[in-house]
T-cell receptor
Framework: QKEVEQNSGPLSVPEGAIASLNCTYSDRGSQSFFWYRQYSGKSPELIMFIYSNGDKEDGRFTAQLNKASQYVSLLIRDSQPSDSATYLCAANTGTASKLTFGTGTRLQVTL | KAGVTQTPRYLIKTRGQQVTLSCSPISGHRSVSWYQQTPGQGLQFLFEYFSETQRNKGNFPGRFSGRQFSNSRSEMNVSTLELGDSALYLC?????????????FGNGTRLTVT
């Protein structure tokens, strides 16, 4: 079964620190990878996506992809309490809009 | 630009009934996908529609069906509801459904089956 694995957390980081969220995937055919943020009781919100090896930066967020190691990560710099949420990693496995999601990592940013 | 709109936000149904959920994608988006989210299984893909045709389907029973209209709006139907169908149903739209065309989710419809 094609899977996306994430540590469920919670991952606790102090305000202003870097939060590092990790994700591994089993399907080598996966081409694009997505990070979504989901606040409790809300729907997932797209943070960024990546489909080339290396880093992609957008503001305080950096996505990293290593296809050889089948590993995706999300770095959040200068973490804020408002970043406290569940972060979902997803990969498209086989067809573009069919995403396989991980179970999410809960991030807690403490004051 | 308005986001993905789902109606209704909440539904309570009893076992055996059927339900129809509605989704209006972001203007210009032609691909609409449906996902089910439960605490135990997380987010799971139901199906995707593009240009009024079902393009992909997940591993759900035939009680789950959908359709897409010429204006890209989509509906999802669940017949003969079971208690296990209680979940948050999320609709997502994307411009083309291609690899570099990410999904944008609506606020979801929370279905409770009693």
């Amino acid at each position: 079964q094609k899977e996306v694995e994430q540590n469920s957390g919670p991952l606790s980081v102090p305000e202003g620190a870097i939060a590092s969220l990790n994700c591994t995937y089993s399907d080598r055919g996966s081409q694009s990878f997505f990070w979504y943020r989901q606040y409790s009781g809300k729907s997932p919100e797209l943070i960024m996506f990546i489909y080339s090896n290396g880093d992609k930066e957008d503001g305080r967020f950096t996505a990293q992809l290593n296809k050889a190691s089948q590993y995706v990560s999300l770095l959040i710099r200068d973490s804020q309490p408002s970043d406290s949420a569940t972060y979902l990693c997803a990969a498209n496995t086989g067809t573009a809009s069919k995403l396989t999601f991980g179970t999410g990592t809960r991030l807690q940013v403490t004051l | 630009k308005a986001g993905v709109t789902q109606t209704p936000r909440y539904l309570i149904k009893t076992r055996g009934q059927q339900v129809t959920l509605s989704c209006s994608p972001i203007s210009g988006h032609r691909s609409v996908s449906w996902y089910q989210q439960t605490p135990g299984q997380g987010l799971q893909f139901l199906f995707e529609y593009f240009s009024e045709t079902q393009r992909n389907k997940g591993n759900f029973p035939g009680r789950f069906s959908g359709r897409q209209f010429s204006n890209s709006r989509s509906e999802m139907n669940v017949s003969t509801l079971e208690l296990g169908d209680s979940a948050l149903y999320l609709c997502a739209s994307s411009l083309t459904g291609a690899n570099n065309s990410p999904l944008h989710f609506g606020n979801g419809t929370r279905l409770t089956v009693t």
